[in-house]
Nanobody, 121 residues
């Protein structure tokens, strides 16, 4: 079973920066999409940013120009650089991967356990 392990969350003040990391536990045959989602109590999990296998990126309107998604060359680590943080960025951030574990396996979704980001003065 592929695991995604997030790190880098914490408590910061408005205007500060944080960089989240997500490490994939093992080699996989193909990654179609990796991304970051955010969830706050009482609301559905929402997409923050995603990156496809060809490097295309997509961001939520609320974070465009402030957040940057990237990955290492091997595709084993996903990052989210978050700058100019706002209180509305507060939430649990989850790493997501849409991938095939092996050549013969079906395409499956995988989620990390989440990391808390709190932006407060």
């Amino acid at each position: 079973q592929v695991e995604l392990v997030e790190s880098g969350g914490g408590l910061v003040q408005p205007g500060d920066s944080l960089k989240l990391s997500c490490v994939k536990s093992e080699w996989t045959f193909k990654i179609f999409v990796m991304g970051w989602y955010r969830q706050v109590p009482g609301k559905e999990r929402e997409l923050v940013a995603k990156i496809t296998s060809d490097g295309s990126t997509n961001y939520a309107d609320s974070v465009k120009g402030r957040f940057t998604i990237s990955r290492d060359n091997a595709g084993n680590t996903l990052y989210l650089q978050m700058d100019s943080l706002k209180p509305d960025d507060t939430g649990v951030y989850y790493c997501y991967a849409d991938l095939k574990i092996s050549w013969s396996s079906r395409r499956t979704d995988h989620w990390g356990q989440g990391t808390q980001v709190t932006v407060s003065s």
